[in-house]
């Protein structure tokens, strides 16, 4: 991406712009569009510009005081899935699973600060010198995570996973290598017939975008509850769906919604599936024995290195809120847990799931695990060209698949 426009100018005309506006009374885009187009038409007639210099400015200018200011052309790139600023003068992107920088810089780490103030207040967060760190979520879905000096030396640093522009499905893993045909089959008929499904992998392996694509073969009959830190989850299909997110603390100390608060609420809404959005502490417990009490089909996704890795973090995870000892716990999550699918990144950092595997029971205090399809690496000139496939074996825990089946 090229500089169009010197940084001098830019800073110039919202200054003057700002001078100009009364921006405590309401200000409509229109309005606001028309005296920003009249300024860079004086502006470009005094310096010929061409047509390109003249939309890029405008656009910035309109950036900077309705949307995401420099952020904004990366935010209406499609091909744009992540974007990281480090502090205002050194911004990142990720498109197609690659990161590259960006050209573009904020003005200054006051600007970027407040532009962080206007994202964070839209969801009702609070982020400041005392409360640097916060969760938060743009109005198209998008998950934004922020970090405020003193905690970041390198000034604000703002982390934003876009939000795509239409809801993936099924098909759309399949044209993109993420899953084949047969395991894509088998998943969604295991969440139609009920199973208990946990998505395992590394940050940014797909596992919120994987739990989006599996919740649209929930029968459209069925209440549902999903719970996260910050909504991303979109179940619109699902008539009787209630979405449930968490709250920090304010300035003195009140008022938190914890994500294992909200499973126990949950409980009392008479769900019929219970979607946890990421377990990451003591409401693993709680999952679990939600998973363990009738809610049959529930769904939810946590970080591990493997299948064994996110069992293992479970039971630490379950521990911590609860006395019981790691034999009952291990017990507990081979009970309700069914199937856990694990997704990573492979080669040219491509999203690919690479494991499903069917926790069967415990024998001798050890998870039985009976793995349905697997990945087998393959290389072509020393590069990995792998695929997940059906290692043969037949489903164990069978009863609701042959129950549905006999419907």
Same mark, same amino acid.
């Given at each position: 991406?090229?500089?169009?426009?010197?940084?001098?100018?830019?800073?110039?005309?919202?200054?003057?712009?700002?001078?100009?506006?009364?921006?405590?009374?309401?200000?409509?885009?229109?309005?606001?569009?028309?005296?920003?187009?009249?300024?860079?038409?004086?502006?470009?007639?005094?310096?010929?510009?061409?047509?390109?210099?003249?939309?890029?400015?405008?656009?910035?200018?309109?950036?900077?005081?309705?949307?995401?200011?420099?952020?904004?052309?990366?935010?209406?790139?499609?091909?744009?899935?992540?974007?990281?600023?480090?502090?205002?003068?050194?911004?990142?992107?990720?498109?197609?699973?690659?990161?590259?920088?960006?050209?573009?810089?904020?003005?200054?780490?006051?600007?970027?600060?407040?532009?962080?103030?206007?994202?964070?207040?839209?969801?009702?967060?609070?982020?400041?010198?005392?409360?640097?760190?916060?969760?938060?979520?743009?109005?198209?879905?998008?998950?934004?995570?922020?970090?405020?000096?003193?905690?970041?030396?390198?000034?604000?640093?703002?982390?934003?996973?876009?939000?795509?522009?239409?809801?993936?499905?099924?098909?759309?893993?399949?044209?993109? /290598?993420?899953?084949?045909?047969?395991? +894509?089959?088998?998943?969604? #008929? %295991?969440?139609? !017939? =009920? $199973?208990?499904?946990? @998505? *395992?992998?590394?940050?940014?392996?797909?596992?919120?975008?994987?739990?989006?694509?599996?919740?649209?073969?929930?029968?459209?009959?069925?209440?549902?509850?999903?719970?996260?830190?910050?909504?991303?989850?979109?179940?619109?299909?699902?008539?009787?769906?209630?979405?449930?997110?968490?709250?920090?603390?304010?300035?003195?100390?009140?008022?938190?919604?914890?994500?294992?608060?909200?499973?126990?609420?949950?409980?009392?809404?008479?769900?019929?599936?219970?979607?946890? /959005?990421?377990?990451?502490?003591?409401? +693993?417990?709680?999952?679990? #024995? %939600?998973?363990? !009490? =009738? $809610?049959?089909?529930? @769904? *939810?996704?946590?970080?591990?290195?493997?299948?064994?890795?996110?069992?293992?973090?479970?039971?630490?995870?379950?521990?911590?809120?609860?006395?019981?000892?790691?034999?009952?716990?291990?017990?507990?999550?081979?009970?309700?847990?069914?199937?856990?699918?694990?997704?990573?990144?492979?080669?040219?950092?491509?999203?690919?799931?690479?494991?499903?595997?069917?926790?069967?029971?415990?024998?001798?205090?050890?998870?039985?695990?009976?793995?349905?399809?697997?990945?087998?690496?393959?290389?072509?000139?020393?590069?990995?060209?792998?695929?997940?496939? %059906?290692?043969?074996?037949?489903?164990?825990?069978?009863?609701?698949?042959?129950?549905?089946?006999?419907?």
């Amino acid at each position: 991406m090229k500089q169009l426009i010197d940084e001098a100018i830019f800073t110039e005309l919202c200054e003057v712009i700002q001078q100009e506006i009364d921006f405590t009374e309401h200000i409509t885009d229109e309005q606001l569009m028309l005296m920003i187009e009249t300024k860079v038409t004086v502006l470009a007639n005094e310096r010929r510009w061409i047509s390109d210099e003249r939309l890029h400015l405008t656009e910035r200018l309109f950036a900077y005081f309705r949307g995401l200011d420099v952020l904004e052309p990366l935010m209406k790139d499609a091909s744009v899935t992540e974007i990281m600023v480090n502090g205002a003068n050194h911004i990142f992107f990720e498109r197609e699973g690659r990161i590259q920088q960006y050209d573009y810089s904020f003005v200054s780490n006051h600007r970027l600060e407040d532009l962080i103030q206007v994202m964070v207040s839209k969801v009702n967060r609070t982020v400041n010198e005392s409360s640097p760190i916060v969760d938060a979520r743009l109005p198209d879905g998008s998950r934004v995570h922020v970090v405020l000096p003193p905690v970041a030396l390198n000034g604000p640093v703002v982390t934003i996973r876009k939000f795509p522009e239409r809801q993936l499905t099924i098909n759309d893993l399949i044209t993109k /290598g993420t899953i084949t045909d047969a395991a +894509a089959s088998f998943l969604q #008929q %295991a969440v139609l !017939t =009920g $199973h208990n499904v946990f @998505i *395992s992998g590394g940050t940014g392996a797909g596992k919120t975008t994987l739990l989006n694509v599996l919740a649209q073969s929930i029968p459209l009959d069925e209440r549902v509850i999903t719970i996260e830190d910050s909504a991303e989850l979109q179940l619109d299909h699902i008539p009787n769906w209630v979405s449930l997110e968490t709250r920090l603390s304010n300035t003195e100390g009140k008022g938190e919604i914890t994500i294992r608060q909200l499973i126990r609420a949950a409980l009392r809404m008479r769900p019929n599936r219970l979607i946890v /959005g990421e377990v990451r502490g003591s409401e +693993a417990i709680d999952m679990l #024995q %939600a998973m363990n !009490t =009738g $809610h049959d089909g529930s @769904i *939810s996704t946590g970080h591990a290195n493997s299948v064994r890795d996110m069992l293992s973090r479970l039971e630490t995870m379950a521990m911590g809120g609860t006395d019981l000892p790691v034999q009952n716990i291990r017990q507990q999550i081979a009970s309700a847990i069914h199937i856990v699918v694990h997704v990573s990144r492979k080669h040219r950092y491509e999203r690919k799931v690479i494991e499903i595997t069917e926790i069967s029971g415990i024998s001798n205090g050890e998870y039985e695990l009976n793995a349905l399809f697997a990945w087998k690496s393959e290389f072509d000139e020393e590069e990995e060209v792998g695929q997940l496939v %059906a290692t043969g074996k037949q489903l164990i825990r069978n009863e609701k698949w042959r129950g549905r089946s006999n419907k």
